[in-house]
């Protein structure tokens, strides 16, 4: 049977130092692909990728018809180290049940690999490509009643990055307020960027009435749905009450919205953003919860009223995101997969907690 995983990089290696310790000389031809591939009992296929390897680092050169030829010189080339393999440490490794089920992860990949090639390669608009965007934006109208332009979605690389961009966008100068307790990150997020940040007691329902009274906050950075790590959740009325306080301040809310896509209920949770979708929040999610840890990509959602002001003070910078993850969560939302998932999950919860 022949060899397979890393067996062209063992051929690879081994003609490589023949190559260098002059067994081929420069200017000597190569036995071809069959050969090699019959003499170390792999297919042509992983022979041939040895071979590509070797031509693109310059070590041969091919000539059509006539095979691979060496243009290794010692003066040409500095060496290359050898090739240490290595392997992610193991441990106590355990993914959620709530992940992305890995074969379906892969599956994408490759005909992401397969259909965009060299696409991939391109360099991301600022604000993250415009077919993720789309497909963001149609994923937010259909669940959770969030209807808003691509042109208002900023993709970036995880929550704590989006965070940081509210403040740039934002400025300093605001007091920013936040839940008590709260992700700690969050806090620390925004005390890392240079503002003053002030914690405000949860009640059974969300933030107690009379902090938000009296804090000299005009950002309040919320969790609306399941707050981590009260589990609160805060109330219709106590919603409706963050957005008369961010308009009573001329103030904006950051809503965070982790975890509400997978609520058992079979009625997504209001977001602040379909509350007030024109003027005073700016919704934050991101798919590290969804599709799986790794993925350190997230979205936030402008007002139309910030839109201009983001283009003047953040429009010059750069998408953190790489273009293959942007592919493979539009991939993922455009085929129903990403929303089969969540709904399978929702049926999980919804039956825990039948039992």
Not at 285 to 300: C, E, L
Request: glycine fraction near 6%; charge should be neutral.
């Amino acid at each position: 049977m022949p060899k397979t995983g890393g067996a062209y990089l063992e051929i690879y290696e081994k003609l490589r130092k023949q190559i260098t310790e002059g067994v081929y000389p420069y200017g000597s031809r190569m036995p071809s692909k069959r050969v090699t591939a019959e003499e170390n009992g792999v297919s042509v296929v992983t022979a041939e990728h040895a071979y590509a390897i070797l031509v693109d680092e310059g070590y041969l050169s091919a000539r059509e018809r006539s095979g691979f030829f060496v243009a290794y010189r010692e003066s040409d080339l500095q060496p290359i180290p050898e090739a240490r393999y290595t392997q992610l440490p193991q441990g106590n490794v355990t993914l959620e049940d709530e992940t992305l089920p890995f074969p379906l992860y892969a599956r994408t990949l490759r005909r992401i690999l397969a259909d965009y090639g060299e696409q991939l390669l391109v360099r991301s608009p600022g604000i993250g490509l415009k077919v993720l965007r789309d497909a963001i934006s149609e994923h937010l109208a259909r669940a959770r009643d969030i209807h808003v332009l691509p042109e208002q979605i900023i993709i970036g690389s995880g929550a704590e990055y989006l965070y940081s961009l509210v403040v740039q966008l934002l400025g300093r100068e605001s007091v920013y307020a936040v839940e008590d307790p709260s992700y700690e990150v969050i806090r620390r997020t925004y005390i890392t960027q240079g503002v003053s940040v002030d914690t405000l007691p949860m009640g059974k329902d969300g933030i107690l009435s009379s902090s938000l009274e009296q804090t000299p906050a005009t950002v309040l950075h919320v969790t609306p749905f399941r707050s981590f790590p009260s589990g609160i959740t805060a109330s219709a009325s106590k919603r409706r009450e963050y957005i008369r306080w961010a308009h009573a301040r001329g103030g904006y809310l950051i809503e965070d919205d982790y975890d509400s896509a997978f609520s058992p209920s079979s009625k997504a949770e209001d977001t602040l953003y379909a509350l007030d979708p024109d003027s005073a929040v700016l919704y934050v999610s991101t798919f590290s919860r969804t599709v799986a840890p790794s993925i350190r990509a997230g979205y936030m959602v402008l007002p139309r009223a910030l839109m201009a002001v983001y283009e003047q003070t953040l429009g010059f910078t750069s998408c953190s995101v790489p273009v293959l993850e942007q592919v493979l969560l539009t991939e993922l939302l455009r085929s129903g997969d990403f929303d089969r998932h969540i709904n399978h999950v929702r049926r999980r919860r919804r039956q825990a907690q039948e039992k």
